[in-house]
């Protein structure tokens, strides 16, 4: 029997997805750009975000303010204005790692610590792999797809059409997209020897953390990395990537697993993902997304951040 595809989803036929339609068509031309232009857009779109973004360059000042009090305001407000550049650029490295085969890119790549992960690898073993939301995520997974082979974890986009090429191009450079939301599934591929990329450095609200420090501020911090390493066993691979200062090169780093992790106390083992991120943050903290409301959820009887 054929496969009835009567009621199907026609997104293209509803003007309210055009402008996504568009907004992938321009991102799909964006990523043959010359570089130098992907550099020069970049700054310019963050430019114009800083300049007009009111919302986010509130948030973005507050955690700034928050995360870096030995920075005197000048400087905080320089950093501000970067981050929203970096992460202009980083809509182009977005679209360069979903719509290029990244192995134009292997000339511009130095990956620092591969041993860690191929000694898991000769061990036979499954990896979560720690990610960070700095501006070259996505760019970073496909570079980071030269050398080794992992799944990654995901949260669903809420328009149907980008979703769909979202997932399309994130399983095109990683072994398998996985709702953030499927604990068996990151479990099962885990425990089946894969390596999972997760990011657990955002405000998941109140019922999945608990408070742990984070530049020194109290911040929601999720549990499931324990709960997932505590399930399958796997080393917790803390993965580190920036663009260099030359603005033409990447730089890749595994650190070492994790030891003794979990310990069996939550919230010993949030500060110590914390303290891991916040240590690859400084690095480059302009290339971080700072526009996320990371300090969003605040333990009971403490006021609003934002």
Known sequence: ????????????????????????????????????????????????????????????????????????????????????????????????????????????????????????????????????????????GALHSLFFPADVVYRPHDNPVFERFMTRARNGIFGTAIDRHDLRGVVRRIKAGHHVWYSPDQDFGRDASVFAPFFGVEAASIKLTAKIAKMT?????????HRNPDNRTYSLEYLPALDNFPSGDEVADAARINAVIEAAIRRHPEQYLWMHRRFKTRPRGEAKIY
């Open 1 to 140: 029997m054929s496969k009835d595809t009567t009621t199907a989803p026609r997104y293209w036929t509803q003007p309210r997805y055009w402008p996504t339609y568009l907004a992938i068509t321009a991102m799909r031309a964006s990523a043959w750009l010359p570089w130098r232009c992907k550099l020069a857009l970049g700054r310019l779109i963050g430019l114009a975000a800083w300049r007009f973004a009111g919302r986010r360059r509130h948030i973005t000042e507050t955690n700034i303010r928050l995360c870096f009090p030995e920075l005197d305001q000048a400087a905080q407000a320089r950093l501000v204005k970067q981050s929203f550049l970096a992460n202009g650029i980083g809509i182009f490295e977005t679209a360069t790692g979903w719509c290029r085969d990244p192995e134009h890119l292997r000339h511009r790549v130095t990956f620092k610590g591969q041993e860690h992960m191929a000694r898991v690898q000769a061990e036979g073993k499954g990896a979560l792999i720690i990610g960070i939301h700095f501006s070259t995520l996505d760019l970073g």
């Open 233 to 241: 066993g796997a080393p917790v691979m803390p993965l580190i990537f």
